[in-house]
C-alpha cells in the first residue's frame, strides 16, 4: 500500500442552537482510499467491484518505521463492498499504480499508544462509527 485517504464530513447548520454554538447536521462518511501497486491482487479486486461483491470485513494495518515494526493504527471495515478500481498509470518508480475504494458500512479505529521508555504498548484507544445504525462503534 502506498497511501490511505478516509472522510468524514459533519454538515455544521449556519442556525445557532439555543446555547449560541452551531448546529451539527450529521455526518457524512466517504469512502476509504488505498493507493497500491498493481499486483495478483489486482484481478480479483476489479472482478469483485464489478460484480458487488459483499466483503465481510477489511483490515488496514499501519506499523511505524524502523527494525522493530511496532503496529500503532488498526483501520477495520465492516461490510464492505469494492465502490471503484482506477489504473492511476505509473509512478516515479516507472511501476504502475492503481486506487481502490472500499464502501462500507462500519469504521472502527484501534490505536495503540506506545511507551516512550521501552517502546512497548501503552494501551489501545477506539473508536468508530456505524453507518446503518448512525451511531458510535468501537
Known sequence: MLSYHYNAIQSI?????????????????GDFQISKYVDRATPKLFELCCRGAHIKNVTVRI??????????LD??????????????????????????NLNYGRIK?????????????AGIVSGG???TANKPFA
Open 13 to 29: 447548520s449556519q442556525t445557532a442552537s439555543s446555547n449560541g454554538g452551531a448546529t451539527a447536521g450529521g455526518v457524512s462518511l
Open 63 to 72: 506499523h511505524r518505521a524502523g527494525t522493530e515494526k511496532f503496529k500503532y
Open 75 to 100: 483501520i477495520v471495515l465492516e461490510e464492505v463492498l469494492i465502490s471503484l478500481v482506477s489504473g492511476q498509470g505509473v509512478d516515479q518508480s516507472g511501476f504502475p499504480i492503481e486506487v481502490v
Open 109 to 121: 479505529f484501534e490505536y495503540s499508544q506506545q511507551r516512550r521508555a521501552d517502546g512497548g504498548s
Open 129 to 131: 462509527w456505524d453507518r
